[in-house]
Structure formats: structure tokens, C-alpha cells
């Protein structure tokens, strides 16, 4: 089952991944989603500020 995140939760994953000492792919991991998921995020969220 898929579920929608809501933007507040996509700008706080790529934030996450962007600034914590962890890798994007550790990130991904413990949000539950993919690299693939988290780069589109990342890049939607960058391209909207």
C-alpha cells in the first residue's frame, strides 16, 4: 500500500539527508523509501526555493 507524504515530510527527508552526518542512502533506509524517492525529493524541493 502506498502511502502520500506530505510536503512539510519531503522537504524534512531531503533536509535530513542533506545535513546530518549520514549517507542519502542511510536516510532512505531508515525513512523506509528508496534513494530514487529521496533524490526526486531532493531535487523537487531544491528546484522550489
Known sequence: M???KSDE????AA???LTSDL???QVA???G???SI??????S????T
Request: overall charge positive.
Open 45 to 48: 524541493i531544491n528546484t522550489m
Open 29 to 31: 533506509a531508515g525513512l
Open 2 to 4: 502506498s502511502l502520500k
Open 23 to 25: 549517507f542519502p542512502k
Open 15 to 17: 533536509r535530513l539527508a
Open 9 to 12: 515530510c519531503k522537504r524534512e
Open 38 to 43: 529521496l533524490n526526486k525529493w531532493g531535487f
Open 33 to 35: 523509501i528508496g534513494m
